[in-house]
Structure formats: C-alpha cells, structure tokens
C-alpha cells in the first residue's frame, strides 16, 4: 500500500466514523429500529460522494454499536464515576460507544481508536468533552490491555 492510498484510507476511516456517529445520534433520538435508523440515515443524510468501504465501515461501526449497546455501556459506566451514561451529552456517550466498541470487537489499534476518538469529539462537542472522553476511554483501555496480559501470562505459566 502505497503512502497516498494509505492517507486516503485514514481518511476514509476516520469519515466512516463520522457517519456512524450520526446514526448513533440519531437512534439515541428515534424510536425507529437500528436498520431502519442505519438504511434512513444512508438513504437522506449520507454523504453520496463516499465510496462503498467507507459506507460498510461506517455501517459495521454503527450497527455492532447498537447491537452490543449494553456491554459497551456497561465497560462506560464501569469508568465513568459519578457520570450516570443517560445524562452525558449525546455526542460524548456516543464517542464513547464508537470507541469502546473499536477496542472490544475490532482490531484497530487502541492509541489510534483513542486518538481517532478525541479528534470527533473535538468537532463534534466541546474541549472539556475531549478531556472527559480521554480519561474514561484511557481507563478502559487500561483494562483492557491488563485483561490481555494477564491471558497471556495465565497460557504461558504451566
């Protein structure tokens, strides 16, 4: 892969995140299913411009989103102290569902789901959101790469 098709693809990601907050946004609003919410947002707000990796990453981001929305919530509320997640703005809980879900069910690398995370939130919400979302998803990223170690360290004692 190429540097330039590697930027595009970077770009396409972080694009395809974008979307998929919007159809968390939207069904934190609606009461319509999550396909219906997934295929109403490609269908009158999609960026028609996007190419087709960038809508199925966006839509797996979404989806797996929504259909796990109670463990993720679960490892959020774990974290967040005194934070109680129907009362975190709208945005941030969803920033936060995006990320932990990156960290949970796909590969992506955590420092760049974090990062990827707090450059969202810097479009999407306030600078005091970005410190609130860097704490929590640090924390659970935390956990998560003390739950691995310790795998790995359980498998390689006898």
């Known amino acids: 892969m190429t540097i330039e098709s590697q930027e595009t693809s970077q770009a396409n990601r972080h694009k395809a995140r974008e ?20 295929e109403a947002y490609w269908r009158e707000l999609g960026d028609e411009t996007l190419d087709e990796a960038t ?12 259909a796990n929305r109670e463990a993720i919530d679960e490892r959020i ?15 941030d809980r969803n920033v936060l ?3 932990v879900f990156e960290f949970a069910y796909l590969d992506t690398p955590n420092t760049v ?8 939130a810097r479009r999407f919400s306030t600078y005091e959101a970005t410190q609130f979302i860097n704490g929590i998803l ?5 956990d998560i790469e003390g739950k691995h170690s310790e795998k790995t360290q359980a498998s390689s004692n006898p």
């Open 113 to 120: 789901v974090i990062n990827e995370a707090l450059e969202i």
């Open 97 to 99: 569902r995006l990320a």
């Open 55 to 66: 809508r199925e990453f966006g839509t797996k981001l979404a989806a797996g989103c929504l």
């Open 77 to 91: 509320r774990l974290r967040a102290e005194h934070w109680r997640i129907e009362r975190m703005a709208i945005v």
């Open 138 to 142: 640090d924390a659970i990223r935390q």
């Open 19 to 38: 979307c998929a907050l919007q159809i968390l946004f939207a069904a934190d609003m609606a009461t319509e299913s999550p396909e219906g919410q997934i």
